[in-house]
């Protein structure tokens, strides 16, 4: 290659990738004011991580996890999980009660869930603690058509396992005493609205669950409230502090008020 070929490939690289931060920087602009209007946000200040692959190997399923640092995670209040370029950027939102802040300190914290990415984005956690204080990060990740691809093969099959939810809380001696983890996982389509239904080349109408409330030892624990940017089958996994065994239950709503639920003794 010619040094001159060499130097337009480097320089049409880096005007590309300073358009996507441009065009990724407005998107945000415009949501952030939506959302927090003109509030400060700390931006990058290690109370919060965000992790995702920077490519994704399908992004109707791109695996993100949150970090919410052991100094705060005892005054979460709400947690927006954000992407930019979605049409819904609101992926998910978690709001988080007593039985979640307790525990003590058993380290940093982890949100985990899987979200689909219809364009190249950034994917962002905002954490507000108590005390009204909004910290964030990001994870920049490469990927498209998310929002408008589905990988249901059985229509009939998917609608009837329709709603099955699955709570298992995990320990780990290694990690201490009182850590815990719990995993929801919920058979549902999740339909965003933009996907076609290959039998009669029409969109499939918008139906996905938007609302979980999980209740640990009979008290409000989280409410999250998901989205269409949230892939089929959601599976959210939190971590928290908690000794002893304890029940633990979910309440799953989906937009077309279908209402599941679950235990951890079912």
Known sequence: MSATRFIICVAAAFLFSFSAALADDSAWGSIRKELFGDRPISEDSGMVRVVAPKRAEDAAVVPITIYISGEIANRAKRLSLIIDENPAPLAAAINFDTAYREGGNIGDRTIEARVRLN??????????????????????????????????KDMDEAMASLGKTRLRVYDDATRGEAWRDLQIQIRHPNFSGMQ????????????????????VDERPFVQIE?????????????????????????????????????SNGS
């Open 119 to 152: 364009d190249m984005s950034a994917v962002r956690a905002v954490l507000e603690t108590d005390d009204g204080v909004l910290h964030a990060a990001n994870q920049y990740v490469t990927g498209a058509g998310g929002c408008t691809s589905t990988t249901l």
């Open 196 to 215: 076609i239904d290959t039998k009669t080349n029409t969109y499939l109408p918008a139906h996905f669950v938007e609302r979980v409330d999980v209740t």
């Open 226 to 262: 998901s989205g269409m940017s949230v892939s089929e089958n959601p599976s959210f996994r939190i971590s928290f502090g908690r000794h002893g065994r304890f029940p633990v239950k979910a309440v799953v709503r989906d937009t077309n008020g279908n209402l599941f639920d679950a």
